[in-house]
């Protein structure tokens, strides 16, 4: 496992063995949009410098205090999306129904419809590796350079 990213915020690891990146959500709150934009865009920067067609995507969402204030989303909107694109799949996991209809909501809003929201990070991470195998693709050899953008299949957002 290496450490592409770490603050207060967030922790991006890539897991090579896996071809998984994961990223988490700590339980600071951010104070602003402006704090949620300038670090989801120190982390859209290591995303860029990955094969994102070739990996998946765990973003574990528990520990982070909800917010669902509309201002706060609109703001956020557009980084939110631009974390979860050219990713062969991406699953997120969260601790609440709630969090789970929430964030049902907000892909549903932005048409990120190729990712999908758990509760269990067991599941979400076996439905990463199938994905993956699907695709062809060798957990042990994971690719770590910048490749040309590329749409994963859509799939719709649904709770597992």
Do not use: W
């Not at 574990?60 to 669902?68: G, K, S, T, V």
């Not at 204030?69 to 609440?96: H, N």
């Not at 509760?119 to 590796?129: I, K, P, S, T």
């Amino acid at each position: 496992m290496s450490v592409l990213l770490q603050n207060d915020h967030l922790t991006v690891t890539l897991h090579e063995d896996q071809a998984i990146v994961r990223s988490t959500r700590s339980e600071v709150p951010y104070p602003s949009p402006d704090d949620f934009i300038r670090v989801h865009t120190e982390a859209l920067k290591v995303y860029e410098s990955l094969d994102r067609a070739g990996l998946g995507h765990l973003i574990d969402l528990r520990q982070p205090p909800m917010n669902n204030d509309p201002g706060f989303e609109a703001a956020t909107m557009r980084t939110r999306s631009m974390l979860v694109q050219e990713f062969a799949c991406v699953a997120i996991v969260v601790r609440t129904a709630v969090g789970a209809l929430q964030v049902n909501r907000l892909l549903r809003e932005e048409h990120n419809d190729n990712v999908l929201v758990f509760h269990d990070e067991e599941v979400a991470v076996g439905y990463l590796r199938g994905e993956l195998r699907k695709l062809g693709r060798r957990s042990s050899a994971p690719p770590v350079a910048r490749s040309r953008s590329s749409n994963p299949a859509a799939r719709p957002a649904r709770v597992r």
